[in-house]
């Protein structure tokens, strides 16, 4: 099954308990995520014990960690997310984009205790005309409940493929030590072999009316680093071949509501980073130029 094949892959009658786990984490989450509604799935989940483990999109296991110690904090975070998806994307497409880019044909059951792999590959197209891509997976833990399953945790947002490494691509990662407060880049890389530089100038939230995108950083940086990624693939290149990136914020205290941003949209390995607090345009809030290398 791909990604975009919409239908559920288990049959009811030979195959219910996957069937059941399918329309729980793809049907019926996915229709309540478009709506904002968490009375749709809240009888989905076990509240006694629920935990999240944050993969926070890096194949480092190390980084992991628990974010969700209680199934409130997740509904928290669900509704935050769901919120800022129906402000930011199409929404009467939200819900197809993400039945096409969700993929969940693996489900592992075992008595009354299941894993399922639920993946994360494409793209959200947004009000703006930009688009959001999602590509991480997560493992669902679900237990059957009085005949009925449900989700008791889960370990998200890791990386898709998980430890992907771009082993065509130009930058590699030099062994550094650097201090502990480290963001979410690489202190040291080499561009390796016989490659092509492509610079692009900066870019800023900017539709392509050159109207400013969004009122928050979070919001603007979004639109930032898709408009970097469009630049981007017009040379042939993505996000995941940039070595080099300057960020320039009016505030620096957005710091790290950018960065939280910044690791759900760039890949691993991280490029070199600088972060400058400067004036900017009016009603912008930040701009990304970046440099970007592939090996012929």
Known sequence: MTASDHRCPFDGDTDPDRAAIWDMLVARDIAAYAAGDWSMVEDDFVADGFFGIDAGKTANVDRWGPRFASLEGYRAEWLRQARETHALAVNETVAGDL???TDLSRIDVD???AIAHKKFDGTIRLKSGASDTLRWQTLYFCRRVEGRWKIVGFCGYMPYPLGEQRRDGAKVLVASRQHATAGPYSPVLRVRGDADIVVIS??????LAGNVIGDTI?????????????????AGLDLADAFKVNVYLTDLDNWPRFNAVYREIVPEPFPVRTAIGCALLPGLLVE?????AVRR
């Not at 900066?202 to 539709?207: H, K, S, T």
């Not at 990304?288 to 970007?292: N, R, S």
């Open 99 to 101: 039945r096409a880019l």
């Open 111 to 113: 008595g009354d205790f």
């Open 202 to 207: 900066g870019q800023a939230p900017l539709d």
């Open 218 to 234: 979070e919001e603007q940086a979004r639109v930032t680093l898709e408009n970097c990624r469009t630049q981007l693939k017009a």
């Open 288 to 292: 990304i130029d970046l440099w970007a």
